[in-house]
Nanobody, 120 residues
């Protein structure tokens, strides 16, 4: 069974750091573009960062640029999201997704989400 899980959420103080992981079972993440999105209470889901499957090009939302790094750990079949200088407005449920297009067919998998709370 193909699934994604996102360990690593939790409570952190403003200015603190947290590492989220997007771990796959049943398929190889290296072949997929990976995105991290978040949804704060009462708001829509927004993109945070993504990394493509070829070349490792990355992209970041303006709201997190300079504070967040996305990277692959292919040996462990996961993608990490390192977050620093966290702010209360970073509080949200964070989701990862994996996307791959094979011969015109789009395969998409979503994790169940992990809560990140930035509060003193």
């Amino acid at each position: 069974q193909k699934q994604l899980v996102e360990p690593g959420g939790g409570l952190v103080q403003p200015g603190g750091s947290l590492r989220l992981s997007c771990a796959a079972s049943g398929f190889t993440l290296e072949h997929y573009a990976i995105g991290w999105l978040r949804q704060a209470p009462g708001k829509g889901r927004e993109g945070v960062s993504c990394i493509n499957s070829i070349g490792g090009n990355t992209n970041y939302a303006d709201s997190v640029k300079g504070r967040v790094t996305i990277s692959r750990d292919n040996a462990k079949n996961l993608v990490n999201l390192e977050m620093h200088s966290l702010k209360p407005e970073d509080t949200a449920v964070y989701y990862c997704n994996a996307v791959r297009i094979v011969r015109g067919t789009r395969f998409v998998y979503w994790g169940q989400g992990t809560q990140v709370t930035v509060s003193s």
